[in-house]
């Protein structure tokens, strides 16, 4: 029962920052890639940031580079992104998702996704 777990949203100012965590578990967390995806009103999903297995390569759509840090622990089966510098552009439905292997595009395990309001 694989179980994908987001939270951390709320409602923060322009220039604020926000942490989003995803609680992962029913699969070996370490051994997969995982990533960020958002949806923001009236837009399609858009993808955010990449994390490879071990942690040490990372992604980002150009949109967020230099503001947005995706990480995580593998100990404790936890993503993570760090969003500085929050712009109203960011406003979204923020989804942790698996890949079913490696980097693959399409994703097989979504988290119920968490609201970021980005608003003064």
């Known amino acids: 029962q694989v179980q994908l777990v987001d939270s951390g949203g709320g409602l923060v100012q322009p220039g604020g920052s926000l942490r989003l965590s995803c609680a992962a578990s029913g699969f070996t967390f370490s051994s997969y890639w995982m990533y960020w995806v958002r949806q923001a009103p009236g837009k399609g999903l858009e993808w955010v940031s990449s994390i490879n297995a071990g942690g040490g390569s990372t992604y980002y759509a150009d949109s967020v580079k230099g503001r947005f840090t995706i990480s995580r622990d593998n100990a404790k089966n936890t993503l993570y992104l760090q969003m500085n510098s929050l712009k109203s552009e960011d406003t979204a439905v923020y989804y942790c998702?698996?890949?079913?292997?490696?980097?693959?595009?399409?994703?097989?395990?979504w988290g119920q996704g968490t609201q970021v309001t980005v608003s003064s």
């Open positions: 998702a698996k890949p079913p292997s490696g980097s693959s595009y399409s994703c097989d395990y």
